[in-house]
């Protein structure tokens, strides 16, 4: 161990970007005392970006594992994978295990992630269905969408994991019925009228849609794989498989009520620093900055896990050293890309109406775009965009498609 | 070892499009098929009190220090080269997402007809065996060259230096 670090390890819990990404940090940093990794995974960690290219035949199994040549393993003293956490103890400075294990710690990072929930669906007595988030839920989807032909698969959950599931239902040619609660998709990122076409657009490559709809009952018949599906407009509807994308909370069930500062996630500051002593956060459960509202929240985005998680890591490394951390988190914006199939879609930034603000739509070149300028002294100041492109057989997009790096930065820059 | 940089001095291009060419050619791009530019030149206007002046500007991926793609990237298409320095693109490995493209403020990820994602590699296999990239080899000007990092920044301090003098 080196000079000037404490005893007890460094303990990492969870093994997915934000983990990893403060592993190497840690490494980078000079930090060369013990280091310990607590998953209820295995100990290959996977990508879960991966698992619907996975699930609809884009990517071999293989390539859901993006870390296999860098050797994580070498920078881990003690691995314990497949463990679940009881509890912490953040005055002890100690994680109790579910196996009764106890292990201090001189530090702690909090990067459990998140799992998906489904509020308000209801249950079946003897059919479970399907989420997207672990490389087993993808497993276990794929072979059901491989099973047989056309499989007819219910997706709720409009947002980015409810599409990109629809997507891997589409490639493996299920009949993909699209519900959702809200009467748009994409309803918290997407302006209305991109929403509209964007929906169009999946209409017309075969997507049902059941839009401000929800699901009152599921019956699973006695003598076929089969569901019935009962809509609160009174239709009901067989489906051979469900996939239910509606959101995701933090794994945080292990933290104690008051312990730590917590909203829906762990407050952090810009060092990635709880209001525990010694204790971090990063990714899926970390309420960081949003620069544009100026509010701690959870903005659960690989880029944003693997900055906090590199910025944890590194301020971890300071203070076992002895020094002030220097690299704080720049905090972040709400912003989102995805594709579904030949569709894509891009957003940053806020799309609300709000007084001061005007919306420039436009349509070109087969693109739907709109832009919301913040009315300014001099010049109007843009704060949120929607680009929605089918992306044409060439590959070649507008312009504006390629410009959406320069946009996002453009209203990350008038925030700071 | 020294480490080297591509760098660009603004007031030695005349916007030529010799760097454009010989990028192509590195890299067997088809530009009339569906090949992609890797390296653009733009030509910006200047105003200032009594003049207006075109100022070139040949442009690839800058290979950030802290390139905000790299992080971005979910599926370990982006690499750094640790020999060169250069954020390399493993085709085979891209899904197509544009997260690199949301994560870029210049605008650089550009993606083919296969939907992966093409871009500048500081021509990492020219320069591991010695050899300048394409674009600084061929440029008439010196606009563009591969110099020593420290010289590199030496020389921009100094100019910052006489500009404030």
Not at chain 1, 12 to 33: E, Q
Not at chain 1, 99 to 110: A, H, T, V
Not at chain 1, 298 to 326: D, F, M, Y
Not at chain 2, 109 to 132: I, L, V, W
Request: proline letters at 4%; aromatic letters at 6%.
């Amino acid at each position: 161990m080196g000079d000037g670090f404490t005893s007890k390890p460094v303990v990492v819990l969870g093994f997915g970007a934000a983990a990893i990404s403060a592993i190497c940090a840690l490494r980078d940093s000079g930090y060369d005392g013990p280091l310990t990794v607590v998953t209820d995974a295995d100990p290959e960690p996977y990508s879960p970006v991966l698992t619907s290219y996975y699930v609809g035949g884009r990517i071999p199994r293989d390539q859901c594992f993006p870390w296999s040549d860098l050797d994580v393993a070498s920078m881990i003293d003690d691995m314990r994978s497949n463990e679940h956490i009881e509890s912490i103890d953040v005055e002890a400075h100690e994680v109790k295990l579910a196996n009764g294990q106890c292990l201090g710690y001189s530090k702690l990072l909090i990067a459990t992630g998140a799992q998906p929930i489904a509020p308000g669906f209801p249950a079946s007595h003897s059919y479970k269905p399907h989420v997207l988030r672990t490389m087993q839920d993808a497993e276990r989807l794929r072979g059901a969408l491989i099973a047989w032909p056309h499989v007819r698969v219910l997706v709720s959950g409009t947002s980015m994991v409810g599409l990109k599931a629809l997507e891997a239902c589409l490639d493996r040619e299920a009949d993909a019925t699209l519900l959702g609660r809200s009467g748009h998709i994409m309803r918290a990122t997407a302006h209305p009228l991109v929403a509209e076409r964007f929906e169009q657009l999946l209409v017309d490559r075969g997507v049902t849609l059941r839009l401000s709809q929800t699901v009152v009952d599921v019956e699973e018949s006695a003598d076929c794989p089969e569901c019935s599906v009962c809509f609160d407009d009174g239709d009901v509807e067989q489906f051979d498989e469900i996939i239910l994308a509606q959101g995701v909370k933090p794994n945080l069930s292990f933290v104690a009520p008051g312990s730590i500062e917590m909203h829906k996630g762990v407050v952090v500051d810009d060092f990635m620093r709880t209001s525990a002593p010694d204790v971090f956060a990063a990714g899926d459960v970390a309420e960081a900055l949003d620069v544009s509202s100026g509010q701690k929240r959870i903005i659960g985005l690989w880029h944003n896990a693997v900055r906090q998680g590199r910025c944890a890591g590194s301020a971890i490394a300071a203070e076992c050293a002895g020094r002030k951390p220097t690299r704080p988190y720049a905090g972040s914006i709400p912003s989102n890309v995805i594709h579904v199939r030949d569709i894509l879609f891009a957003s940053a930034g806020s799309l609300s109406e709000q007084e001061g603000r005007c919306f420039d739509v436009r349509e070109e070149n087969g693109m739907m775009c709109v832009f919301v300028y913040e009315k300014q002294t001099g010049t109007d100041q843009l704060v949120g965009f929607n680009i929605l492109a089918v992306v044409p057989q060439d590959g070649k997009h507008d312009v504006l498609v390629d410009e959406i790096g320069a946009y996002r930065r453009e209203i990350f820059n008038s925030y700071v | 070892m020294t480490k080297k940089t591509l760098c660009f001095d603004a007031q030695k291009c005349v916007g030529c499009y010799a760097c454009a060419v010989a990028c192509m050619d590195q890299n067997d791009i088809d530009v009339v098929g569906d090949g992609l530019m890797y390296r653009h030149v733009s030509h910006v206007e200047e105003e200032n009190a009594d003049e207006v002046r075109i100022v070139h500007v040949s442009i690839a991926c800058l290979h950030c220090e802290a390139a905000e793609c790299l992080d971005a990237c979910p599926s370990g298409a982006l690499r750094r080269d640790i020999a060169s320095g250069a954020v390399i693109v493993r085709r085979e490995l891209c899904i197509g997402c544009h997260a690199c493209a949301m994560a870029c403020p210049f605008g650089i990820p550009r993606f083919g007809r296969d939907g992966t994602m093409q871009k500048c590699d500081a021509c990492y296999a020219r320069t591991r065996f010695g050899y300048e990239p394409a674009c600084a080899e061929i440029c008439p000007t010196g606009a563009l060259s591969y110099a020593d990092v420290n010289e590199a920044a030496g020389s921009k301090l100094s100019r910052f230096g006489k500009t404030l003098a």
